[in-house]
């Protein structure tokens, strides 16, 4: 059933859709054209594009066999699909095993993405799962909008596992609570079509590597299952994935509260004796009647207060001498590293301070678990609260305080009227409410991915492993959109370049990733090398990409095929994806592309 079509055009181990649903199928797939072309509309069998070319995997459509089987050795008498409905407008599966019925959706947007690889799962299943005693008839609800009628016991049995499993995944809230701004590339909502097509490939005492881990939601729903490592490039994005994992407590993030608000306290008023003019003054506007006559006063505010690298100063306030104090003792008190540089750029002054003063108070705990979950919860206010372009942190709001508009001056002073105390508080306890209902710790290795690769390989030996893949799908430069969360983790005093502050890459102050280039073909020849690491350990890759991503698809699973000679299929949901924060969703197609070594 996998080889290929005769035209040797067409790359292994793909089929041509064309071909394989017309009437003279040359793969002998034993199955009619028609259940081909329905399970492609239905969205369970995962279409790929080669120039004008539809393709599908070979072991994408030899896993629905057996339910077309099943259904097909009756096919005159008991068709595979029906038409429901008093005008017939939804189409129903059928399957022979306990006279199952599965209604099948018929608009993807109303439709739970977990649903897709959960179906595919259960037909997959059809030959295994047996045929235990038929019992009485339920019609229980599926994934939403969707609900399975059946007399199997053994169908009723696998369903309601993936149910619990899902409600597993989606029960938990701590992604949302880390996840409070566009962060790059978070799964969040897709986490239950991770997990749900990730269980077809790892059993449940194994082990899922999430290796460049972003915002830490894929690993903190995969934590809810599995045993989970997190890795990634920037610590920002380790810290994140750790805290959406178990290993922390209410109680104790109540203890670490008083210890942290008292110090960052006493540390505040140090450094607000350096500011009081400007504190005052941002004070007063903040209390003003938006208008005209504010917005003049706070362009004067805002050009009044220097900020690093500026060599202004005013009264006691120099940032730049400040500055270069602590570049070469960052640990020189008072902490001044958000005041100098991010002061109304993308937090407001008495905000900065809190940043500071929150961040000297982390650095007085002794324990580093409990040092990385403040650092979480100060990340995940920082992305709240920072009034940042498109919801990352590549520039400010305002780029020129001549252009600030009414309409500006409103957005910016909503979000500084935040505490960052207050906000700092509120996302620890909930992170740590959320931490108890978790089943297994997020544990971190260090980046990039082959450092990651080499540190796990003995310590995961003998293990069943599966290694989540989400590489960026596009040239953007991460360590640039989220400089500010890593610079607020590593409180290093950096460079300051543009209006964006950002750190110089070219001195090595932050990360520069392979995948960030305009060459397809070097993304997809790295996208290669990382897959071809993974399966030449004997481990499985599960690789997360979109049909809008800058790699060949086909080109990448062609050659990880030719190189590793490993087996592979794939899961799909439609998706509306909201690029960089921006307002305007997009449509794609998101694939989990899961290779095999044979």
């Known amino acids: 059933m996998s080889r290929m079509l005769s035209d040797n055009k067409t790359p292994a181990p793909f089929l041509r859709l064309e071909e394989v649903a017309s009437e003279h199928d040359p793969c002998d797939l034993d199955a009619n054209p028609q259940a081909i072309r329905a399970f492609v509309k239905a969205g369970l069998l995962p279409v790929f594009w080669d120039g004008s070319h539809a393709l599908i995997l070979s072991d994408d459509a030899c896993s629905i066999i057996p339910a077309v089987l099943d259904a097909g050795r009756h096919v005159d008498k008991y068709p595979l699909f029906e038409l429901d409905g008093p005008k017939g407008q939804y189409m129903t599966l059928r399957l022979l095993l306990g006279d199952t019925r599965i209604n099948l959706p018929t608009d993807s947007r109303d439709t739970d993405p977990t649903f897709y690889p959960a179906l595919r799962n259960l037909l997959c299943a059809v030959e295994s799962i047996g045929s235990e005693a038929v019992m009485t008839e339920v019609d229980m609800q599926y994934f939403l909008p969707t609900r399975i009628r059946t007399s199997s016991a053994a169908v009723y049995k696998y369903a309601s596992a993936q149910d619990r499993r899902a409600r597993r995944v989606s029960a938990s809230k701590a992604s949302q609570f880390a996840s409070s701004a566009y962060y790059m590339g978070s799964k969040q909502a897709l986490a239950g079509f991770l997990v749900e097509a990730i269980s077809s490939a790892l059993p449940q005492n194994g082990v ?268 953007e430069e991460y360590s640039r959109f989220y400089h500010v969360l890593e610079t607020a983790v590593l409180y290093s005093y950096p460079s300051a370049v543009g209006v964006g502050k950002i750190p110089d890459k070219r001195k090595g102050e932050r990360f520069s990733s392979e995948f960030f280039t305009k060459s397809r073909n070097q993304i997809t020849h790295s996208l290669v090398e990382v897959i071809e690491s993974i399966v030449d350990k004997r481990w499985t890759c599960a690789w997360s990409y979109a049909n809008t991503g800058k790699a060949n698809i086909v080109g990448v699973i062609t050659e990880v095929c030719r190189k590793t000679g490993c087996a592979v299929r794939s899961y799909a949901v439609p998706y509306e994806h909201k690029p960089q924060g921006g307002a305007i969703s997009k449509k794609v197609t998101e694939y989990l592309i899961i290779f095999n070594p044979r």
């Open 208 to 475: 899922v590597v999430d290796l460049m881990c972003g915002s830490g939601a894929a690993a903190g729903a995969f934590s809810k299952i599995w045993r989970t490592f997190a890795s990634d490039a920037q610590e920002f994005c380790r810290i994140l994935a750790l805290v959406q994992g178990a290993g922390f407590s209410v109680k104790k993030a109540n203890v670490v509260l008083e210890f942290i608000l008292s110090i960052a306290r006493s540390h505040a008023k140090d450094l607000m004796g350096k500011l009081e003019q400007f504190l005052a003054w941002e004070d007063a506007v903040f209390h003003g009647d938006i208008g005209p006559d504010l917005l003049l006063d706070y362009q004067r505010f805002i050009s009044a207060l220097p900020t690093y690298p500026e060599l202004r100063a005013v009264g006691s306030w120099r940032p730049s001498e400040e500055v270069e104090k602590r570049k070469a003792d960052p640990t020189t008190y008072p902490y001044c590293l958000f005041t100098a540089y991010f002061a109304n750029v993308y937090f407001g002054l008495r905000q900065c301070i809190e940043i500071d003063s929150l961040r000297y108070a982390i650095d007085q705990i002794k324990d580093r678990q409990v040092m990385d979950w403040a650092l979480g919860a100060l990340i995940a206010s920082l992305s709240k609260v920072g009034a940042t372009y498109g919801g990352h942190f590549a520039q400010p709001l305002v780029r020129r305080i001549e252009s600030l508009s009414m309409g500006r001056l409103s957005q910016i002073l909503e979000k500084r009227a935040f505490s960052i105390f207050h906000e700092f508080s509120v996302r620890l306890l909930n992170l740590s409410d959320e931490s108890e209902k978790s089943e297994f710790p997020v544990e971190i290795i260090d980046g990039p991915w082959p450092t990651a690769l080499s540190v796990l390989d003995p310590l995961l030996s003998g293990e069943a492993v599966v290694v989540y893949l989400d590489a960026p799908y596009t040239r």
